[in-house]
T-cell receptor, first 111, second 113 residues
Framework: QKEVEQDPGPLSVPEGAIVSLNCTYS??????FMWYRQYSRKGPELLMY????GNKEDGRFTAQVDKSSKYISLFIRDSQPSDSATYLC???????????FGQGTRLTINP | KAGVTQTPRYLIKTRGQQVTLSCSPI?????VSWYQQTPGQGLQFLFE???????NKGNFPGRFSGRQFSNSRSEMNVSTLELGDSALYLC????????????FGPGTRLTVT
């Protein structure tokens, strides 16, 4: 069983829809949770970075962490075609730089 | 502020050869981590360097090695290349410590034939 599970999709939604992306994990020592966006043939771009449980909002993006359920989510409001990319969740323990990634979800926003 | 840079961007090598990839972190960042990305395995951690010392290592064979210089620039080396080493190699930099955000470079795409 992988430490971090993420549905690879693909996920296709119409422009303007609310998108929900999710990851589950098994290691209760994870304290830092991230979402990266990766366009084709590019490096991952950091979207959201959260510590421990709770919500964080940045523009159209909201990240949620529920440590009791070992479940994290990323919501994208008013989705745009430019949001079409692969979204990767990542997490790490305190004191270490090693990121453990999910498989990534390929998202397409249709105009 | 300039982002993480990686050179070269593309490489084609033959089985058995060795390769060296370079990474320059964001100015002021002292930690550099390397990852391998493949369609089958996704993104996997190779190793991390801080102040010229390897602090953490992933589950890869000894053919994969790295180093960091006093200016925080880092190199990774893969010896005796195998077909399965074909991948996107990414480096990420962060300020320091265990809680910092990591910013990725564009990657080096290595093809082994």
């Amino acid at each position: 069983q992988k430490e971090v599970e993420q549905d690879p999709g693909p996920l296709s939604v119409p422009e303007g829809a609310i998108v929900s992306l999710n990851c589950t994990y098994s290691n209760s020592a994870f304290q830092y949770f991230m979402w990266y966006r990766q366009y084709s043939r590019k490096g991952p771009e950091l979207l959201m970075y959260t510590y421990s449980s709770g919500n964080k909002e940045d523009g159209r993006f909201t990240a949620q962490v529920d440590k009791s359920s070992k479940y994290i989510s990323l919501f994208i409001r008013d989705s745009q075609p430019s949001d079409s990319a692969t979204y990767l969740c990542a997490m790490k323990i305190q004191g270490a730089q090693k990121l453990v990634f999910g498989q990534g979800t390929r998202l397409t926003i249709n105009p | 502020k300039a982002g993480v840079t990686q050179t070269p961007r593309y490489l084609i090598k033959t089985r058995g050869q060795q390769v060296t990839l370079s990474c320059s972190p964001i100015s002021g960042h002292r930690s550099v981590s390397w990852y391998q990305q493949t369609p089958g395995q996704g993104l996997q951690f190779l190793f991390e360097y801080f102040s010229e010392t390897q602090r953490n290592k992933g589950n890869f064979p000894g053919r994969f090695s790295g180093r960091q210089f006093s200016n925080s620039r880092s190199e990774m080396n893969v010896s005796t290349l195998e077909l399965g080493d074909s991948a996107l190699y990414l480096c990420a930099s962060s300020l320091a410590g265990g809680g910092g955000e990591q910013y990725f470079g564009p990657g080096t795409r290595l093809t082994v034939t």
